[in-house]
């Protein structure tokens, strides 16, 4: 079993930025490829980044790509997505995600562990 737990959500201008943190407990944390998703009100769940269980690749939706960086530390169990550039269109919850698999997914099913999301509100 893995726990996840989310921080660094805000309130912050367009163009500001913002960092989240992940941090997880349980099973062994560098075995799990981490994603972040985000779900905007009246919107589907939508990928954002992933991170595989080393660090060494990532992978990012087009829509965050140039803005968006996403980290790990395996030596505190933390994943992290360091948000510049933010715009309105940015506003949602965001949720860290892990899965088992090396590569990781860009859909929710294939992810089987989920935080409790953190809001992040971009003002215009």
């Known amino acids: 079993q893995v726990q996840l737990v989310e921080s660094g959500g805000g309130l912050v201008q367009a163009g500001g930025s913002l960092k989240l943190s992940c941090a997880a407990s349980?099973?062994?944390?560098?075995?799990?490829?981490k994603g972040w998703f985000r779900r905007a009100p009246g919107k589907e769940r939508e990928f954002v980044a992933a991170?595989?269980?080393?660090?060494?690749?990532?992978y990012y939706a087009d829509s965050v790509k140039g803005r968006f960086t996403i980290s790990r530390n395996n030596a505190v169990n933390t994943v992290y997505l360091q948000m510049n550039g933010l715009k309105p269109e940015d506003t949602a919850v965001y949720y860290c995600a892990a899965t088992g698999e090396v590569t990781p997914g860009t859909r929710p099913y294939e992810y089987d562990y989920w935080g409790q999301g953190t809001q992040v509100t971009v003002s215009s």
């Open positions: 991170i595989s269980p080393s660090g060494s690749n990532t």
């Open positions: 349980g099973r062994t944390f560098s075995s799990y490829a």
